[in-house]
């Protein structure tokens, strides 16, 4: 994580966006099995027992995160009346 934030912070433009981009999804990855995040088979978790998840909130810690879910039906409100552009 910290080699992410480090390389988003020398980043920039498009390049930057796409490293953001990447820690999303890894992170998502991470909230739903760290398996998920390392490739690994969901029988190894299984046995060990083990997730990530709390140690890597350790390692966000003193930074400043906002997460958020909705349901795939669920309309993206992009703040205009008109279809969203990007």
Known sequence: MRASMAAIRAAHGIRRHGLVLKVLTALKQICNHPAHYLKEPAATVRRTGRSGKLDLLDELDGYRLTATTR????????????????
């Open 71 to 86: 349901p795939a039906t669920a309309p993206l409100d992009h703040g205009g009346g008109g279809p969203a552009r990007l």
